[in-house]
């Protein structure tokens, strides 16, 4: 007879198996109508979840009637540059609040991460009117500009770099290394997962970043994918097959991205290069 234990355990498992399959019967159901054909009712109760006739040309029609090598060469020219600089400038941020001793860093570590709590929709005025000012509406460098740096990205990377042992940091400096050196050489690599933690998130929110690129683009030339999707909503008249096609090529790289780096943010023993 199974233990008690082992029935708990199966019963939490069913139940995060249950809930798991709720969270992604949007997306099945996004996939499926991307692949239906247009003979197929995409609305019937109950739902069905594989299509009668899987097609491609839903996929077809979008890529040819809409310039969606454009918009996938503006959302990954974005996101790679957003994910970079703020690699660069959160480390950099992230290192002396977590390593180095200064008057004030404690408050100014306070300061940075309040503004966590304001929203991006009251900030985003000002911005724009800046972007304008500037001269950077329709560009590429207004759509990454205001996301170079972020109060979590700084955040997250000083916890990660307070984990460093002394240790490694001290040989270091007994080696002769400047602090510039030490955060290249010894910091970023010790903080590893972190840093890929990191360009996850902000991969993510840069490629799917939908209100900054609509209010600052006109240009269809800078659409991005979001945009390009929100546009196949009036191009073919809420054709959902169409829309759901488009939709599923907008978030196919995050989906790659995101298997491809997931195996990289494992816990790192950064003890392990201390000798006793």
Known sequence: MPSTRSLK???LYALLGAIALVMLLPLIWLVSTAFKAPTENI??????????SPTLQNF?????????????FNSTLVAVLTVVLNLLFCSLAAYPLARLQFRGREALLLLIVSTILIPFQIVMIPLYVLAVKLGLRNTYLGLILPAIASAFGIFLLRQAFQGVPKELEEAARIDGCSELGIWWNVMLPAVRP?????????????WSDFLWPLILLDQPDYYTLPLGVAKLAGAFSLDWRLIAAGSVISIAPILLVFGLLQRYIVPTDTSSGVKG
Do not use: D
Request: aromatic letters at 20%; zero cysteines.
């Open 43 to 52: 609305f019937e109760f109950p739902p069905r979840f594989l299509p009668q």
């Open 9 to 11: 355990t199966l019963a």
């Open 194 to 206: 972190a840093l890929i933690t990191l360009a996850i998130f902000v991969f993510i929110g840069a």
């Open 60 to 72: 077809v029609t979008v890529w040819q009637t809409n310039p969606f090598g454009r918009y996938l």
